[in-house]
């Protein structure tokens, strides 16, 4: 999948092609033909309104459910009893995961989350439930209704986005996040995969990329997604961001791995880009190394437990290269050295 950003009448677009199958934009316009793409998301700032647009896709009510994903290749239940009644105006539904936890936190900041899709709105929104004891508590509820698109045309009442996507629902799925009362504050610079990085900013190795670019410069991604600033307040801090490939995060887009498993990853991933021989990844090392900090930075914390003899030799031979001639090395922990301390 390759993204396409372009602004247009104050709305930020990232729109989604097959990778390699780009349309070229409009002659007269410069703008790219979003009909004709995967999908796209439009950003609306000043009205605080963020549009997902996913092409010839249709959800059905079975994701309302705990366990039931869109991604999955079979129908399946984990720990729910399913809906309530799907002919129910408002129809209530299992708390689950993934979907369902994304729309629990837009709800608790204040926006409203509609989905328009497989011929259906559906409008989610909390509602007080009363258990046998007397308790309240809120449970995310859908409002369901039909999307009429025929009645879409003709009402005035409604936003242009809003009509849009009752027309196209039977075909489409578009999801509308607005708030009223607060800006929706996006960065994009979050999402490596919708803002790529300069190709030459990056050192790619099997365990993860390491982001050279000052912009993301001591920043944490996992698969694209950023989770963490490991800045100076860290010791020891990130001195380059980095994007994990092989780590997980939770569903509060926390990253599952303690600061040893950080710092033996990112020594992982030096090891392999020095060893494959990666154009500057063993000078950029070697600088790390060199840091003189009193905690150093996190890339090297691992580096006696990770780097091969290979890797080491390398760097070394580097080091000897890169040094004036007057210099010589030795190893601080060998008991046979000693140093004589003279005064001039």
């Known amino acids: 999948m390759e993204y396409i950003h372009e602004t247009e009448e104050n709305t930020i677009y990232y729109i989604a092609y097959v990778k390699g199958k780009v349309p070229k934009p409009n002659a007269q316009t410069g703008l ?36 039931e994903s869109s991604k999955a290749s079979k129908p399946h239940q984990i720990g729910a009893h399913g809906i309530s009644s799907l002919n129910l105006k408002f129809s209530c539904c299992a708390i689950g995961e993934g979907m369902k936890v994304g729309i629990l936190a837009l709800l608790r900041k204040g926006c409203s989350v509609s989905y328009y899709t497989n011929k259906e709105i559906w409008q989610w929104c909390f509602c007080d439930f009363y258990d046998p004891y007397g308790n309240t508590s809120n449970q995310l509820t859908i409002q369901l209704q039909p999307s009429r698109p025929r009645n879409a045309v003709r009402d005035a009442s409604i936003s242009e986005d809003v009509r849009a996507a009752r027309r196209s629902a039977s075909r489409h799925t578009t999801v509308i996040v607005e708030n009223s009362r607060q800006s929706l504050d996006i960065d994009f610079e979050d999402y490596l995969f919708l803002v790529k990085p300069p190709e030459s900013s990056l050192l790619a190795s099997k365990y993860g990329v390491i982001l050279t670019s000052i912009e993301h410069r001591q920043r944490m991604f996992v698969k694209g997604i950023f989770v963490e600033q490991r800045g100076k307040g860290h010791r020891p801090p990130l001195y380059y961001g980095v994007d994990f490939s092989q780590a997980a995060l939770d569903r509060d887009r926390r990253l599952w791995m303690t600061e040893n498993q950080i710092a033996e990853t990112l020594g992982n991933i030096w090891d392999d880009l020095i060893s494959r021989d990666h154009p500057g990844a063993l000078d950029i090392y070697l600088k790390l190394l060199c840091i003189s900090d009193k905690y150093g930075v996190l890339e090297t914390q691992y580096a006696k437990e990770t780097l091969q003899p290979r890797s080491v030799e390398k760097l070394f031979r580097r080091l000897i290269e890169s040094s004036p001639q007057d210099h010589f090395f030795y190893n601080v922990e060998d008991n046979n050295v000693h140093v004589v301390p003279t005064v001039i």
């Open 32 to 67: 790219y033909n979003r009909a004709k793409s995967l999908g796209y998301i439009a950003f609306r700032k000043e009205k605080s309104i963020l549009i997902l647009v996913n092409h010839d896709t249709k959800l059905s009510r079975n994701v309302w459910s705990l366990g």
